[in-house]
């Protein structure tokens, strides 16, 4: 979306120019599912595709907010006394997060903001993290509330935790403040600690394919692969002293004698393990310039994540088979929490045009969806526009 309608989408709304404008990229995870939750490594990036605000000051005790994406507006009274309940509709994320922002002492004027997104939304790339993490940036700025981003990802993450009542960790707000263009993000999401690798891309594309599937089963299966590996880290302990699954190795899980007994457990904790050793290799591979490499690492954990983790779904795998067919694409896996959901594919340039028309192809002949596929680049994070 350019400035200019940006500019114009404002005005049309509000009547005049606006003061403030912003970006809040999503992002794509291009390895590590799943370590998260169990003390490991993931590896994200932002993209270029995002959430876009313009703002003015009101001068009145009211945020008025219209999205554009949803072509609805609400207006919402700035009372740092309120406790808000959610009522099931994208306003919880604005009440939500103005509430922890009041909670935190941090308060400012009235806002008329426009909201436009080019990001699709619940398909796996975190419109929503894009979504609150800009506004939380967006407050920070128009209020100057002199907040760091890491603190802003850790409230948007709240939001959705605590007020929105989404399980969601905190690698997605993260990757939306921190990321760098050019860059994917190397994070330990306990600790916290995180290093922006640099990511030569000359001659390939991230490509992104939606499925479209309506996304099923995913909150059940999560609650289930959580107990499954906190069982397989419970086996591991009676052997080993472990703080979390990913210390273990893969030698260790075949040792385990208990783990036997406990096939789905085995396999999960499997998965996990080889997944977080993935991610630490691919961060030398696409240090080293080797994304030859580091693709092969995409497909191993595709697989992976489709036998052992058990969370892929007939058309991700759809997706993933045809990308490989096309000639001279490195890798291609699913990203995110699966059941549908989008891959991400790191293919040459040149032959993005026929990777489109083939995948897409493909995945409409194979299932009763078109595929929505587009090429990315790992992008800044929140920014504002008009400095
Ligand atoms: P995703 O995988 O895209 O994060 P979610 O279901 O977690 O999917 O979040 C999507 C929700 O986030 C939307 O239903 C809406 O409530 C909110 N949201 C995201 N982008 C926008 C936007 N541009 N305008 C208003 N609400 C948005
Ligand atoms: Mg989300």
């Known amino acids: 979306m350019t400035q200019d309608a940006l500019v114009k989408g404002f005005i049309s709304r509000f ?20 370590t998260d939750i169990n003390g490991g490594y993931v590896l994200p990036a932002a993209i270029d595709l995002g959430t876009y605000y313009a703002v003015r000051p009101n001068d009145t005790r009211t945020l008025n907010i219209y999205s554009e994406t949803l072509d609805d507006q609400k207006s919402i009274a700035l009372d740092p006394s309120a406790e808000p309940a959610p009522e099931g509709s994208w306003q919880d994320y604005v009440v939500g997060l103005l509430y922890d922002f009041h909670k935190q002492g941090l308060d400012g004027g009235g806002l008329d903001i426009f909201v436009s997104s080019d990001l699709p939304q619940s398909s796996g790339l975190s419109s929503s993290a894009s979504f609150t993490t800009g506004l939380a940036f967006l407050l920070n700025d128009c209020w100057d509330s002199g907040i760091e981003r890491v603190e802003l990802a850790q409230a948007a993450r709240r939001v959705e935790n605590d007020f929105v009542g989404v399980h969601c960790g905190i690698m997605d707000p993260f990757a939306v403040a921190l990321g ?98 993935r991610v630490e290799e691919s961060v030398a591979a696409i240090r080293g310039g080797d994304l030859a490499h580091f693709g092969e690492l995409m497909q191993a954990s595709h697989a992976s994540l489709r036998d052992d983790f058990e969370v892929s779904c007939p058309e991700l795998d759809v ?6 067919r096309v000639p001279h694409v490195l890798g291609s896996r699913m990203t ?37 596929i587009f090429r990315t680049h790992p992008g800044d994070g929140v920014k504002r526009l008009d400095d």
């Open 319 to 324: 997706l993933v088979d045809a990308a490989m």
């Open 15 to 34: 009547g005049s120019t606006p003061a403030r404008m912003f970006f809040s990229p999503g992002r794509v995870n291009l390895i590590g599912e799943y």
């Open 336 to 372: 995110g929490a699966g059941f549908g959901g989008c891959t991400v594919s790191i293919v040459p340039t040149d032959t993005v045009t026929d990777f489109i028309d083939s995948v897409g192809k493909a995945y409409s002949d194979a299932t009763p969806y078109e595929a929505r």
């Open 180 to 277: 760098k263009a050019g860059h994917c993000i190397y994070l330990h999401c306990q600790s916290l600690e995180y290093d922006l690798v640099p990511i030569n891309m000359e001659g390939y594309d991230i490509v992104i394919a939606d499925t479209q599937v309506p996304r099923r089963l995913a909150s059940s299966a999560y609650n289930d692969r959580r107990a499954e590996c906190n069982a397989a880290l419970q086996a591991l302990r009676k052997l080993l002293d472990l703080d979390c699954l990913v210390e273990a190795s893969g030698e260790d899980i075949e040792a385990c004698e208990e783990l036997k007994s406990m096939p789905l457990s085995c396999k999960r904790a499997r998965h996990v393990v080889s997944e977080n050793v």
